[in-house]
Structure formats: C-alpha cells, structure tokens
C-alpha cells in the first residue's frame, strides 16, 4: 500500500464548478501535511498547508481528519488557471516529505 | 532572489557514466533534500541533509551519493548511471525543523541514460 494515496484523475469540470480531491496517508506519526500544485513539466509550489481545524485560502478550502487519516481540497468558482496535477503531501518528520502521487484537474471553458 | 537553482535543466548519459547534478539556494535554509519523480510514483526521497555535513538516506538511495560541505549546495553524484535513473530529478530546501515549513523546490533536471 502507497503510504499517500490520491485518486489520479483527470477530473475535468467547467469553469465556475467545484471539485473536491481526497488524500489517505497511512503513517499515524505524521507531522504535517500540505497541498501542493504542480504544472506541467514545472515543480512543486506549495498550495496550501492543512490544519486540523480546517483552513481557507480564497477559493481554496483544506479539511484533515487525523482519525481517519484523510486529507482533501475543495476548490470552488474552478478557473482555467487552476488546470494542474495538485500533490498531497505528508511530513512524516525532519522535513521528511512523503508524495501522493497527484491528481490532475483540466477546467475547460 | 534566485531560491533553488539546479544545473543542468538537461542531460543525456550513457550507460556506465557518472555525474553531479547541482543544487543550490540562497535562502540560507538548513535542510535539503534531493526527490526523484517518476510517472505513476510520485515523488521520492533520495538522500536529504539536515545541515552542513550530516547528510541521509531518503526511500531510494542506491546509485547515488550526497554530500554537504556547505549550507548553500547540496550535490548528487549518479556513480555509474542506469536506464533505470532515468526520472526528473528535484532539489528541494526548507528553513526549519517546524512541521508546517514550507518546502521550495529547484526547476528539476531532466535525466536520460541510454
């Protein structure tokens, strides 16, 4: 079993729709955890980290529910710009950085 | 600001040969760390360094070596390279041991061994 797991899509949606993406990490320990957007043939750019309370970034919505070690990202009002392969990733301790291996959005006009 | 600056962007080996890839950063950040990203696997751990010469062992480490002699580079040598070490290749840097610190990567080199 991948120790971060991420449904690969694509997902392709309209402009003005919401998409939500999941995440499942298998480690208990983990310390941390992030969204990070990557475009094509591009790194890595943190999108967001995601608290357990939940946080909001504009548009950009993250939710973790450590019990059932579940992480997502809702995106609403999706743009063209948001088309991108989005990454959860897991601190799994000492900036350890654990990747799923992405899901990819294409918004189409 | 230059960040996290990798060199080459591109390189064609042979089978058998060695080199270095390059990674650098100007943000005076303590840890460093080297992924390789495959399709289908995401990104993986080769070797990270939590400061000037402590250096470890990620996920994948075989076939490469690291050192860190200084906080600014941070070096992978591929010993004897192998189609199998063809992949994209990102450096990564981070300031703290906070768990909520943010990772800047390098634009990647892209790695071919025929």
């Known amino acids: 079993r991948k120790e971060v797991e991420q449904d690969p899509g694509p997902f392709n949606v309209p402009e003005g729709a919401t998409v939500a993406f999941n995440c499942t990490y298998s480690n208990s320990a983990s310390q941390s955890f992030f969204w990070y957007r990557q475009d094509c043939r591009k790194e890595p750019k943190l999108l967001m980290s995601v608290y357990s309370s939940g946080n909001e970034d504009g548009r950009f919505t993250a939710q973790l529910n450590r019990a059932s070690q579940y992480i997502s990202l809702l995106i609403r009002d999706s743009k063209l710009s948001d088309s991108a392969t989005y990454l959860c990733?897991?601190?799994?301790?000492?900036?350890?950085?654990?990747f799923g291996t992405g899901t990819r959005l294409l918004v189409s006009p | 600001n230059a960040g996290v600056t990798q060199t080459p962007k591109f390189q064609v080996l042979k089978t058998g040969q060695s080199m270095t890839l390059q990674c650098a950063q100007d943000m005076n950040h303590e840890y460093m760390s080297w992924y390789r990203q495959d399709p289908g696997m995401g990104l993986r751990l080769i070797h990270y360094s939590v400061g000037a010469g402590i250096t470890d062992q990620g996920e994948v480490p075989n076939g490469y070596n690291v050192s860190r002699s200084t906080t600014e580079d941070f070096p992978l040598r591929l010993l004897s390279a192998a189609p199998s070490q063809t992949s994209v290749y990102f450096c990564a840097s981070s300031y703290s041991r906070g768990p909520n610190t943010e990772a800047f990567f390098g634009q990647g080199t892209r790695l071919t061994v025929v």
């Open positions: 990733v897991v601190n799994v301790g000492f900036q350890k950085l654990v």
